[in-house]
C-alpha cells in the first residue's frame, strides 16, 4: 500500500485514538473525583446510562445535521463543541468548584460532551465511503475499532496513576490538548476524496429523515433482524459488566485488582477480534455476523451451564467469557458498518446510522437497573443461566428458526 493510499487510515486511527484516551483519562478521573468528594460507587457507572440517553434525545438533531450538511463539518461542530465543553468545565473547576455543587457539574459536563462527541463519530461513521476507497472500508471500520479498545486498555491505568499525584487542572489540561490535536486532524482529513457512496440506492428519493430511515430499514429484513439482536445482545451483555464485579467482589471475595484483570480480558478480546477483522476480508457479512451471534449466544449459555456445575473456578469462567466475548463483539461491528456504508444513500446515512447507534443502546439502562436488582436478590449462579439460556434460545429461533420458514429473506445474506 502507497503512503497516499495508507495516509487516511493513520490519520483516522490517529484521530480515534487520540480522542478516546484524552476522553477516557478524564472520564475515568472524573468519576475518582466524584468517589472522592461523594462517597457514591455509582460515579463508575454513570458513562453506561447517560450514554443512551443523550443519544435518544440529541439522535434527531444529529441526524439531521449529518444529512443536510457536509460531514466534515459537523464533525468540526463536534470537536469544536467537545473543546467548548472542557474549556467551560476547567473554568467552572477553577472559579465556582464546590463539593456541594461537583456532581451536578459532572453530570452538564458530561451530557454536553457526550452530546459532541456522538456527533463527532457519527459523522466519521458516516463518511467512511468518502475518505477510502471501498476495498479499504472494512479496514478502515475495524481499524477505527481497535484504535479506540487500545486507548480504553491504556486510559484507565493512566487516569489511575495520575489521579493521585497531579492536580486535577492537569488532567483537564490534558483532554483540552487531545481535543485540539483531534480538531487539526479533522481540518486536515478529507472527507470527500473518494466517491463511495451508492446513488439511488434502495429507491429512496425523499430527503434523509428517520421515518425514511426507518422505513429504509424495514426493508432490509436482514439489518432489521440484527439491528433487533444487538438491542436483546446489548441488554444481555450488562449482566456480565455489571456482574462480573459482583461476583468477584461480593461472591468470591477477592480484590479489585483481580476484578480488573477480569474485565480488561474483554478489551483484549477485542484488540484481538479489532486485528483480525482489519486483515481478513469479509464477503457475506451479514451470514459472518449472524455466526458470531449465535457463537455468543451458546457462549453465553455454557458459561450459565459452567458456573452452576463447578467444574472449574467462577473467575476462569468470567475470565474466558470476557476474552472471547471482546473478540466476537469486535468482529462483528467493522462488516455490518461496512455494509451500510457500502449501501446506503448517502442522503439517509445520518438519519440511519444515528438511528441503529440510539436502537441498539437504549435498553441498556434498563439492563442496568433489572440485572443489579436480580444479583441482590437471586442467586448470581441461577442468574446467569437463565439468561444464557433466554439468549440462546432467542437468536436460534430469530436466525435459524424462523428463517427456514422464510428462505427468501436468506437472499440478502
Do not use: W
Request: hydrophobic share 50%; glycine share 8%.
Amino acid at each position: 500500500m502507497s503512503i497516499s493510499k495508507s495516509l487516511p487510515l493513520v490519520k483516522v486511527s490517529a484521530t480515534t485514538f487520540i480522542d478516546a484516551i484524552g476522553s477516557g483519562v478524564l472520564t475515568f478521573s472524573l468519576g475518582l473525583l466524584l468517589l472522592k468528594y461523594t462517597g457514591l460507587a455509582i460515579s463508575f457507572g454513570f458513562s453506561i446510562i447517560i450514554g443512551p440517553l443523550v443519544s435518544l434525545i440529541m439522535a434527531p438533531i444529529i441526524g439531521n445535521l449529518i444529512d443536510s450538511l457536509p460531514h466534515k463539518t459537523v464533525a468540526l461542530i463536534g470537536g469544536l463543541g467537545m473543546l467548548i465543553s472542557i474549556v467551560c468545565f476547567a473554568g467552572y473547576y477553577e472559579v465556582y468548584f464546590s463539593s456541594k455543587n461537583i456532581f451536578l457539574a459532572v453530570i452538564l459536563f458530561n451530557m454536553a460532551s457526550n452530546s459532541f462527541s456522538r456527533m463527532f463519530s457519527m459523522s466519521y461513521l458516516s463518511s467512511v465511503g468518502g475518505i477510502v476507497p471501498k476495498t479499504k472500508m472494512q479496514r478502515l471500520n475495524g481499524i477505527i475499532s481497535l484504535s479506540s479498545s487500545m486507548s480504553g486498555i491504556v486510559s484507565a491505568p493512566i487516569a489511575g496513576v495520575l489521579f493521585p499525584v497531579v492536580n486535577f487542572r492537569y488532567l483537564i489540561f490534558l483532554r483540552l490538548l487531545t481535543s485540539v490535536v483531534v480538531l487539526f486532524l479533522t481540518m486536515v482529513t478529507n472527507f470527500e476524496k473518494y466517491n463511495s457512496f451508492p446513488e439511488n440506492q434502495g429507491n429512496v428519493k425523499e430527503k434523509g429523515s428517520f421515518k425514511v430511515a426507518l422505513n429504509y430499514l424495514r426493508s432490509k429484513s436482514q439489518l432489521l433482524k440484527i439491528t433487533i439482536s444487538v438491542c436483546l445482545l446489548n441488554f444481555a451483555s450488562v449482566l456480565f459488566e455489571i456482574g462480573t464485579p459482583f461476583v468477584v467482589l461480593k461472591r468470591l471475595h477477592l480484590s479489585s485488582s483481580i476484578s480488573g484483570l477480569v474485565q480488561s480480558c474483554s478489551s483484549m478480546g477485542v484488540i484481538a477480534g479489532g486485528l483480525i477483522i482489519s486483515i481478513i476480508t469479509v464477503s457475506r457479512p451479514f451470514k459472518f455476523t449472524v455466526i458470531l451471534y449465535e457463537v455468543y449466544s451458546l457462549l453465553s449459555l455454557t458459561v450459565g451451564i459452567f458456573l452452576n456445575i463447578n467444574l472449574i473456578p467462577a473467575i476462569i469462567i468470567l475470565a474466558l467469557f470476557n476474552l472471547i466475548a471482546g473478540s466476537i463483539t469486535s468482529m462483528a461491528d467493522a462488516p455490518i458498518f461496512t455494509y451500510i456504508q457500502k449501501t446506503v444513500p448517502k442522503k439517509i446515512m445520518g438519519h440511519l446510522m444515528t438511528l441503529l447507534f440510539t436502537t441498539v443502546q437504549i435498553l441498556q439502562p434498563l439492563g442496568v437497573l433489572f440485572y443489579s436488582t436480580l444479583l441482590d436478590r437471586f442467586n448470581f449462579k441461577l442468574i446467569f443461566l437463565v439468561n444464557g439460556l433466554t439468549l440462546f434460545c432467542f437468536i436460534i429461533y430469530f436466525f435459524i428458526l424462523s428463517s427456514k420458514s422464510n428462505v427468501g429473506s436468506m437472499k440478502e445474506i
